[in-house]
């Protein structure tokens, strides 16, 4: 069974930084796409950064600059660095992974709150 436990989300201020790491269960060689996905409050979910093979790393615009998703496969954990904060960064983090054949997998989430 594929699992995908979150951590590192807090309580920052405006312009701070957090890391978060998303640890699977699984060797994360078994997906095609991993990313991070966040979801505020009344707002839909959406992509904050993701990788998947054969494609080059995508941002939303809103974090480029400022976020940066890494990987580190001895440790099958892919983590999210999140500098120069902003309150409209306050939202659940989701970890999202994904296989060839589209099974998707969410971890449970963990909350960033950025206050002003």
């Known amino acids: 069974q594929v699992r995908l436990v979150e951590s590192g989300g807090g309580l920052v201020q405006t312009g701070g930084s957090l890391r978060l790491s998303c640890v699977a269960s699984?060797?994360?060689?078994?997906?095609?796409?991993m990313g991070w996905y966040r979801q505020a409050p009344g707002k839909q979910r959406e992509l904050v950064a993701a990788?998947?093979?054969?494609?080059?790393?995508n941002y939303a615009d809103s974090v480029k600059g400022r976020f940066t998703i890494s990987r580190e496969n001895a440790k099958n954990t892919v983590y999210l660095q999140m500098n120069s904060l902003k309150p409209d960064d306050t939202a659940v983090y989701y970890c999202?992974?994904?296989?060839?054949?589209?099974?998707?997998?969410w971890g449970q989430g963990t909350q960033v709150t950025v206050s002003s």
């Open positions: 699984v060797n994360i060689f078994s997906f095609n796409a």
């Open positions: 999202n992974a994904a296989t060839i054949l589209g099974y998707n997998y």
């Open positions: 990788f998947a093979s054969g494609r080059p790393t």
